[in-house]
């Protein structure tokens, strides 16, 4: 009896704690030095999900989780907390008339998809129903437009960032060519991401031959390949882009979860059972070396690019892909729910934004 008054009272401490916590978090102080966005853990949040995704227009079958019959919503109730200071809430309004009379890129393979979806989703919620919101699709880009505000958001479909060409009726990634970023440095804000296909092989590499400076290769070492591909576009950046114009962000790796090890639950080899993110700020999996990689790139780079570190966060939300609830039932722990983590990406994006 005495034992569970004491617990009571031991929960009633730290819920009071966690409550002035989180007043003395209140967004002000995202200049504290202390605060780092991307360090921290996952709390439950009642008022979660940030949007109702059935009334999202915008989400590919691949994504589209409470729509193909996850039993299990947990996931949506989570909000990343970071250690010393609080994300501003997604104020999809505030973010339109900031951004008013921009063009916002993404620039990346199907993660940036994902991640885009939940952009349009995001705003798509919050605006009246009578707004004027177009989109189209030419060539490899995607482009929402709302009208009201002047502001367009578009997805550029692209595998590796670099280019793959035909020559003489064979597939060329060509490491140090981007010919794309033409279109890409005409826009406001860019965000850039690749690291999905880079060890794809068979009949799931879009490509033939390597060309690696002057070298035609069948193949080479995929770490080093994607190194060289970074570096390309660094130099794109540094010599191409006007940073009085354009914002740029590189995404980190968006991790998978096909190796229980990295989550301690050896033998495990799928994300299928998972309902709750990891407690905490640790993961066993560590820091993937792709991830160094992109790091080591950004640091060589003279314009400013701004690293979305979203790769521990998302490491922690095991539960958040779609596993079988897609309209193929494939068993996918790469991708991600929209709703879900990838809100959170966005809700970063928007604090650096707005
Ligand atoms: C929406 O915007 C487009 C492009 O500016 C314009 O052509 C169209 O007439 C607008 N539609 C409405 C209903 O206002
Ligand atoms: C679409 O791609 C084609 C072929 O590369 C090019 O000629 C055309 O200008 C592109 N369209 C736009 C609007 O960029
Ligand atoms: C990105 O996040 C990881 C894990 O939290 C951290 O180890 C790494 O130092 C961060 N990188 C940068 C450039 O801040």
Same mark, same amino acid.
């Given at each position: 009896m005495g034992s569970e008054i004491n617990r009571g009272c031991w929960y009633a401490l730290v819920i009071i704690c966690a409550l002035l916590s989180a007043t003395n978090n209140a967004y002000g102080d995202l200049n504290d030095p202390e605060c780092d966005l991307f360090q921290g853990s996952w709390v439950y949040d009642e008022?979660? @999900?940030?949007? +109702?995704?059935?009334?999202? @227009?915008? $989400?590919r079958k691949e994504y589209d989780c409470v729509k193909y019959g996850r039993p299990n919503l947990d996931y949506l109730k989570f909000r990343w907390q970071p250690s010393h200071c609080s994300l501003p809430i997604f104020d999809a309004e505030e973010f339109l008339r900031k951004m008013s009379g921009k063009k916002i890129m993404y620039i990346g393979d199907s993660i940036s998809v994902n991640q885009w979806q939940s952009m349009v989703c995001l705003i798509h919620a919050a605006l009246p129903w009578q707004s004027n919101i177009t989109q189209e699709s030419i060539n490899s880009t995607t482009t929402v437009t709302y009208e009201d505000y002047g502001v367009s958001i578009s997805i550029f479909l692209s595998h590796y960032l670099v280019d793959i060409a035909d020559l003489f009726n064979t597939r060329v990634?060509?490491?140090?060519? $981007?010919? +794309?970023g033409d279109i890409w440095k005409e826009y406001d804000v860019l965000i850039f991401n690749t690291w999905l296909w880079w060890y794809r092989e068979g009949e799931k590499q879009p490509w033939d031959y390597i060309l690696l400076g002057k070298e035609l290769l069948k193949d080479m070492d995929r770490m080093a390949a994607f190194r060289e591909a970074l570096k390309t576009w660094g130099d794109w950046v540094d010599s191409e882009v006007d940073i009085d114009k354009t914002t740029v962000f590189f995404q980190g790796v968006s991790p998978s979860h096909y190796n229980g090890l990295e989550w301690n639950k050896p033998g495990v080899t799928n994300c299928a059972k998972e309902t709750v993110p990891i407690s905490g700020s640790t993961y066993l999996g560590g820091v993937p070396t792709a991830e160094m990689v992109i790091e080591q790139v950004l640091s060589d780079i003279m314009k400013p690019v701004t690293l979305l570190n979203i790769t521990r966060l998302s490491q922690l939300r095991k539960d958040a892909h779609p596993s079988s609830f897609n309209a193929f039932k494939g068993m996918d722990c790469t991708h991600w729910c929209v709703a879900g983590l990838p809100d959170t990406w966005n809700q970063i994006l928007y604090t650096y934004l707005v």
């Open positions: 008022s979660y @999900p940030m949007y +109702d995704s059935t009334k999202c @227009p915008h $989400i990634l060509k490491l140090n060519s $981007i010919t +794309d």
